[in-house]
C-alpha cells in the first residue's frame, strides 16, 4: 500500500467520519432530493410471466430423417405463432416447433414455412462451421434457469449443425436429419438432457430463426426476445414429464435480504409430505441453510414457496442450493445456481470540469442493496484536493434507494479533485464500510494564467 493510498484510507476510515468542530472542513451539499432507484435493474429469473411449453413423453423414438410424417411426433408438444424478435408483430413467415422425450433424450422438429425456396440459402456443409449465414433454425437452451449458462444450437436446411455456449465449449452428441421441400424446410435432431446441462424438471428454452431466402435478414422466435436472441430472461419456460421442482426464481442479489421462490409437486400416485430446504455460501464460508414444511400435496398438487436469504459482502458470488426432501426427509430434487452480487452503489455527476472559486455541480448516487441495510446506513460525500486535503464533506442518512445532490464547491486550487462517495452501515463507531465510488474532477486555473 503506498503512502497516498494509506492517507486516503485514513481520511475515509470511520474514524476520520468523526472530525472535531475546530476543522471547520465546509459542507457541500445546498439541496438533496431522495427517491427510488430509476435506473434499469439486472434482469431477474422471473418465470411468471415466460410462455410455456409442457413437454411430453413420446412413445417412440422418432426416425430423424427430415420426413415429420412419423407418428411419433403426434404425440409431442407444438408451439404456438412465432412473432419477430421485437415481439411487435406475428413473424411474416411462420415457423412450427415439435417437442418430445424419449429415454433421456429431447426430440425436436421444425417446419420452416419458405414461399420462396428458391431463395433459400444453404450453403454450409462443414460440421461446426458458420451455419448462421444461412437460413438457420436455433435452439437456446439454459438448463438450469441461472440466466447465464446457455447452450445454443443452429441447423440449416442440409441439416448442417454448430454448437455454441457462452462462455466455453459445446460439443454435444446430435442426431440429426433434414430436408427441402416445396413451400418449407425441415429439421430434426435430438440431444440427451445431460448434455444440454438440463438438471431438474424445467429448464428455459427458445426457438428462433433467421431467414435469408427473401433477399434481406428477417429474425422471428417463438418467445419474442426483443432484440437479440440469447436474451435468456426472455426465453420461455419448459417443463418435463413428473419431476418435483417446476419452478426456480432468484432474488436481485443486492446486499442484504433477498428472496428465492419456486413451484414445487407431487408427481407421485399418492399423497406425500415434501419440505424445501436452501443453504447459502459464499467462498469459503460457513453455509447458512434453512428449512421449511413439510406439505402434504395431493398427487399432481403444485404448492408456491419462498425464501429468504441474506448477502452479507461483495467480491465473492453467493452459492445456491435447494432441495426438495421427501417424506423420509431424502433429497428427491435438487437445483444449485451461482448469483454475481449486484453493484451496490454508482456516482455520477453532471461535469468534471469546475472553477476554482465556489462553482456548482450536480451529482446523482444510486445505491442497490436491501431496505433492512438501507435504514442502518450511513452516506458520506467528501471532497479531496490534490494532496489528500479533505475540503468538504456531508453525512447523511439515506431515505430512499437514489439521491440527487445539488453541491457547492468551496474556492479550490487548479488541479485534480476527487470526490468519494462512502456508504456505511451499523451503528456510530461499529459501522463498517460497504462501498465507495470516487470521480475526479479538475479545477480550472483562472482565465490568463498558465
Same mark, same amino acid.
Given at each position: ?8 484510507? *485514513?481520511l475515509?476510515?470511520?474514524v ?9 472542513i ?11 432507484m430509476?435506473?434499469r435493474e ?12 409442457? &413437454? ?8 430423424l ?5 412419423d407418428?411419433a411426433w403426434?404425440?409431442? /408438444?407444438?408451439?404456438?405463432? #412465432?412473432?419477430t ?10 415457423t *412450427? ?5 424419449h429415454?433421456?433424450?429431447l426430440y425436436v ?18 460440421e461446426?462451421g ?7 433454425f436455433e435452439?437456446?437452451v439454459d $438448463?438450469?434457469?441461472d ?5 445454443q444450437l443452429l ?5 448442417t449443425?454448430?454448437?455454441?455456449t457462452?462462455?466455453?465449449? #459445446?460439443?454435444?452428441?446430435?442426431q440429426?436429419g433434414?430436408s427441402?421441400g ?6 430434426e435432431?435430438s440431444?440427451s438432457?445431460?448434455?444440454l446441462? &438440463? *438438471?431438474?424438471a424445467?429448464? $428455459?428454452?427458445?426457438f ?5 431466402a ?5 429474425l422471428?422466435c #417463438?418467445?419474442p426476445?426483443g ?15 413428473? +419431476?418435483y421442482?417446476?419452478?426456480f426464481?432468484v432474488?436481485?442479489?443486492?446486499l $442484504?435480504?433477498?428472496s428465492?421462490?419456486a413451484?414445487?409437486?407431487?408427481p407421485?400416485d399418492?399423497?406425500?409430505? %415434501?419440505?424445501a430446504?436452501?443453504? #447459502? ?5 460457513? /453455509?447458512?441453510?434453512?428449512t421449511?414444511? =413439510?406439505?402434504? %400435496? ?6 408456491? &414457496?419462498?425464501? +429468504?436469504?441474506?448477502i452479507?459482502?461483495? $467480491?465473492?458470488?453467493v ?9 423420509q ?12 452480487i ?5 456516482l455520477?455527476?453532471n ?8 462553482d456548482?455541480m450536480t451529482v446523482?448516487?444510486v445505491f442497490r442493496?436491501s431496505?433492512a ?17 479533505l475540503?468538504?464533506?456531508?453525512? %447523511?442518512?439515506?431515505? +430512499? ?7 457547492k464547491l ?23 464500510r460497504? /462501498?465507495?465510488?470516487? &470521480?475526479?474532477?479538475y479545477?480550472? =486555473?483562472?482565465?490568463? *494564467?498558465?
Amino acid at each position: 500500500m503506498t503512502v497516498r493510498t494509506a492517507v486516503m484510507l *485514513t481520511l475515509l476510515g470511520l474514524v476520520a467520519f468523526a472530525l472535531p468542530a475546530q476543522a471547520q472542513i465546509p459542507n457541500l451539499i445546498e439541496d438533496l432530493r431522495w427517491g427510488e432507484m430509476s435506473v434499469r435493474e439486472a434482469p431477474e429469473a422471473d418465470l411468471s410471466q415466460r410462455k410455456t411449453l409442457m &413437454i411430453p413423453t413420446l412413445p417412440s423414438a422418432p426416425a430423424l430423417d427430415g420426413d415429420l410424417r412419423d407418428p411419433a411426433w403426434e404425440a409431442a /408438444a407444438q408451439t404456438d405463432t #412465432w412473432m419477430t424478435n421485437t415481439g411487435e408483430a406475428p413473424a411474416p413467415v411462420q415457423t *412450427t416447433t415439435w417437442a418430445g422425450l424419449h429415454d433421456g433424450r429431447l426430440y425436436v422438429a421444425v417446419r420452416a414455412e419458405e414461399p420462396n425456396i428458391d431463395g433459400l440459402l444453404a450453403d454450409v456443409t462443414e460440421e461446426g462451421g458458420p451455419v448462421w449465414e444461412d437460413d438457420v433454425f436455433e435452439m437456446f437452451v439454459d $438448463g438450469n434457469l441461472d440466466l447465464t449458462t446457455v447452450n445454443q444450437l443452429l441447423i440449416n436446411p442440409l441439416g448442417t449443425v454448430s454448437t455454441l455456449t457462452r462462455g466455453g465449449t #459445446w460439443q454435444p452428441e446430435v442426431q440429426r436429419g433434414a430436408s427441402i421441400g416445396e413451400d418449407a424446410w425441415f429439421a430434426e435432431f435430438s440431444l440427451s438432457l445431460d448434455d444440454l446441462g &438440463i *438438471t431438474g424438471a424445467a429448464f $428455459g428454452v427458445n426457438f428462433c430463426r433467421e431467414r435469408r431466402a427473401s433477399g434481406d435478414l428477417q429474425l422471428s422466435c #417463438w418467445s419474442p426476445t426483443g432484440g437479440a436472441f440469447n436474451e435468456p430472461g426472455r426465453f420461455g419456460l419448459a417443463s418435463l414429464p413428473g +419431476g418435483y421442482l417446476k419452478v426456480f426464481s432468484v432474488g436481485r442479489g443486492v446486499l $442484504g435480504q433477498n428472496s428465492l421462490s419456486a413451484t414445487i409437486s407431487n408427481p407421485a400416485d399418492q399423497p406425500q409430505a %415434501l419440505s424445501a430446504r436452501l443453504a #447459502w455460501w459464499q467462498g469459503e464460508g460457513i /453455509a447458512v441453510a434453512r428449512t421449511i414444511g =413439510p406439505w402434504t %400435496l395431493a398427487p399432481g398438487e403444485s404448492r408456491e &414457496i419462498s425464501f +429468504g436469504y441474506d448477502i452479507q459482502r461483495t $467480491g465473492e458470488p453467493v452459492e445456491l442450493e435447494l432441495a426438495i426432501l421427501g417424506p423420509q426427509r431424502n433429497v428427491v430434487a435438487q437445483r444449485q445456481v451461482t448469483q454475481e452480487i449486484a453493484d451496490v452503489m454508482d456516482l455520477v455527476a453532471n461535469r468534471r470540469l469546475v472553477s476554482r472559486d465556489g462553482d456548482t455541480m450536480t451529482v446523482r448516487g444510486v445505491f442497490r442493496i436491501s431496505s433492512a441495510v438501507l435504514e442502518r446506513s450511513r452516506v458520506v460525500l467528501a471532497l479531496f484536493d490534490d494532496a489528500m486535503a479533505l475540503r468538504a464533506r456531508d453525512e %447523511l442518512a439515506p431515505s +430512499g434507494g437514489a439521491m440527487r445532490a445539488e453541491l457547492k464547491l468551496p474556492a479550490l486550487e487548479a488541479g485534480p479533485h476527487t470526490l468519494h462517495l462512502v456508504l456505511k452501515s451499523g451503528p456510530g463507531e461499529d459501522a463498517r464500510r460497504v /462501498a465507495e465510488e470516487k &470521480i475526479t474532477l479538475y479545477v480550472l =486555473p483562472d482565465r490568463g *494564467t498558465r
